[in-house]
């Protein structure tokens, strides 16, 4: 079954205890992106990578970094968590064609709180 | 860089009625838009995209209008039913980064 595997679904941590967040797609997609959802402030975009070690920042990278060393798997790391960082996290991925992105693909998301 | 409104935050509609939610954009170069909708606890799934050189895309109850001279794009649901309520979300694009509205809670009164 085509699927983004993310875990863990559910995490409480405290402030300054390093997490990740794992993202896993099993359909060969170039495109992976991490998102952030805030009541309010619908999706903001983390990180994104168009392919196996190319990353960029999206509009919200602060106090998270990522990695792509395989093409299946994109990583969410927050090596200092804070309460602001208290969230839902979708991971997301898509082909790439035509210029822009494709479908994008979610995993069921991972909720983190941060005391 | 580009910035996406969505419009209303909240839309309440008698089902059977339609339902239009609208978004503008602010990057004339972006080319890509699509809609997505959330299920309460659920994951946003792709349920209706088009692209700068289509004015209007149908696919069944949901139809998306893009006017590019005014950068404003529309979703319209006709007949709504009760399954249709959710956060919808619209998204634009002129690359590989999607820029996305705040999202609209559209509720179904029966």
């Known amino acids: 079954e085509a699927q983004v595997t993310q875990n863990p679904r559910y995490l409480i941590t405290v402030t300054g205890k390093k997490l990740t967040v794992t993202c896993s797609q099993n359909?060969?997609?170039?495109?992976m992106s991490w998102y952030r959802q805030d009541p309010g402030l619908g999706l903001r975009q983390i990180y994104y990578?168009?392919?196996?070690?190319?990353?960029d920042k999206g509009d919200v990278p602060e106090g998270y970094k990522v990695s792509r060393k395989e093409k299946r798997n994109f990583p969410l790391i927050l090596e200092s968590p804070s309460p602001n960082q208290t969230s839902l996290y979708f991971c997301?991925?898509?082909?790439?064609?035509?210029?822009?992105?494709?479908?994008?693909?979610f995993g069921e998301g991972s909720r983190l709180t941060v005391l | 860089g580009e910035n996406v409104e969505q419009h209303p935050s909240t839309l309440s509609v008698q089902e059977g009625d339609s339902a239009v939610i609208k978004c503008t954009y602010s990057d004339s170069a972006s080319n890509y838009f699509p809609w997505y909708k959330q299920e309460l606890g659920k994951r946003p799934q792709l349920i209706i995209d088009i692209r700068s050189n289509v004015g209007e895309k149908k696919d069944q109850r949901i139809a998306v209008t893009l006017n590019k001279t005014a950068k404003h794009f529309s979703l319209h649901i006709t007949e709504t039913q009760p399954e249709d309520s959710a956060v919808y979300f619209c998204a634009a694009s002129n690359g590989y980064q999607l820029i996305w509205g705040a999202g609209t809670k559209l509720i179904i009164k029966p």
């Open positions: 997301a991925s898509s082909f790439v064609g035509q210029g822009n992105t494709g479908e994008l693909f």
């Open positions: 359909m060969n997609h170039e495109y």
């Open positions: 990578s168009m392919n196996v070690e190319v990353t």
